[in-house]
């Protein structure tokens, strides 16, 4: 089969899944913390493998290009085509990736000529050689559903293959650390009774002390702008139990 555009594919998934978390705006960056806390969550290093094209239903239009670039072929058919493939995992960061199988959609324009083109504007191409980071759960029913994805991009890695995957790792610990304080957070504020908050806030005070190490230092920003927020509530919340439980130990005596 012939190689997609990375960001071509990553576009029609976030069309045909709103869930998918992706680099936009220049960001590479992607939030995907809210989905760490599903039973049987993965995230890995890896590539599709075993890619399968189901039945295509043709759509009434479509476009060739995207952001700025968007061409018109006259006589350029348009397809909704599900896909499903596999996932050669090369580096396992949280789960067990077994029998993986992403089911999504993407979009197939077939030209005058018969040349079948699935992109909008730019980007690297898919292909087998090449790593993207994937972050995936298991569907209700069978397959798996893709949360986010990052493709790896040499441009945007001049170490190579291995400092994307350094890259990648140190973007799972900043989105579970974001996971391990939103928990933490509200494990506080729901706190039933004293004791349980008591037992909260030093769970709370234990991940404030306990800071990640992060593998590349231009990713250190990444704490600071995902997670210092966070940290700062965090802090509040102790300050203000704190200060409570002093004024009714002054009223007590």
């Known amino acids: 089969m012939r190689p997609i555009p990375f960001v071509v594919l990553l576009s ?13 705006g220049g960001q590479r ?14 995230v890995v290093v ?6 399968k094209e189901g039945k295509r239903e043709r759509l009434a239009d479509g476009q060739l290009g995207g952001g700025g670039a968007v061409a018109s072929v006259s006589g350029t058919q348009f397809f909704k085509v599900q896909v499903t493939a596999g996932v050669k995992v090369r580096t396992t960061f949280v789960g067990k990736p077994t029998d993986v199988k992403l ?18 504007a730019g980007g690297a191409e898919l ?14 029913k069978k397959g798996h559903v893709l949360c986010a994805a990052v493709p790896y991009d040499p441009k945007e890695e001049k ?6 995957v350094d890259s990648m790792r140190d973007y799972y610990v900043v989105n579970q650390r974001m996971a391990d304080l939103v928990r933490a957070l509200d494990g506080f504020d729901k706190a039933p009774d004293d004791a349980a908050k008591k037992a909260a806030a ?14 590349v230092g231009k990713n250190d920003g990444l704490l600071t702008m995902h ?3 966070l940290e700062a509530r965090a802090q509040k919340r102790l300050a203000d139990a704190a200060a409570a439980d002093a004024a009714k130990a002054g009223d007590g005596k």
């Open 12 to 24: 029609l998934l976030a069309h045909a899944h709103a869930q998918v978390a992706l680099p936009t």
């Open 29 to 42: 960056f992607v939030d995907f913390s809210a989905h760490l806390a599903h039973p049987g969550v993965c």
């Open 46 to 51: 890896g590539t599709l493998d075993g890619w």
């Open 103 to 120: 089911q999504f959609e993407v979009q197939l324009a077939r030209l005058p000529d018969g040349k079948e083109r699935r992109q909008i």
């Open 127 to 140: 292909a087998d050689d090449q790593l993207a980071l994937f972050v995936f759960t298991p569907a209700k």
């Open 159 to 164: 170490g190579g293959e291995a400092a994307f």
């Open 202 to 215: 030093v769970a709370l005070r234990e991940l404030l002390d306990k800071k990640p190490e992060l593998k």
């Open 227 to 229: 997670c210092g927020p």
